[in-house]
């Protein structure tokens, strides 16, 4: 007979697995993500110097923060890296 301890132990173990796996297959594409884009463009014009003479120094960085606050509030929806188990598989 398995002893409740050990039995509660197990559980404890196995539910923050469950719930990250629950949370992997609601979770969308990296490459769908707005704020994963907005970023990869960000530091692209930053790296690429596309707006020296445009946009004062430190002025880009502060704009990404907004725009990261502002997608941020609209999402909802979890990202992976991964992509998602289908029910094919």
């Known amino acids: 007979m398995i002893n409740p301890l050990r039995l509660l132990r ?6 923050p697995v469950a719930t990250l796996l629950e949370e992997a297959a609601m979770s969308k594409s990296l490459f769908k993500s707005r704020i994963f884009w907005a ?7 930053e790296l690429s110097g596309v707006l020296t003479g445009f ?9 990404t ?3 990261n606050i502002a997608l941020r ?17």
């Open 10 to 15: 197990l559980w404890r173990a196995v539910t």
């Open 39 to 45: 970023n990869l463009l960000s530091a692209a014009a």
């Open 55 to 63: 946009v004062p120094p430190g002025a880009l960085a502060l704009a």
């Open 65 to 67: 923060n907004v725009i």
């Open 73 to 89: 509030l609209v999402t909802s929806q979890p990202v992976t890296i991964l992509p998602a188990p289908t029910d094919g598989d």
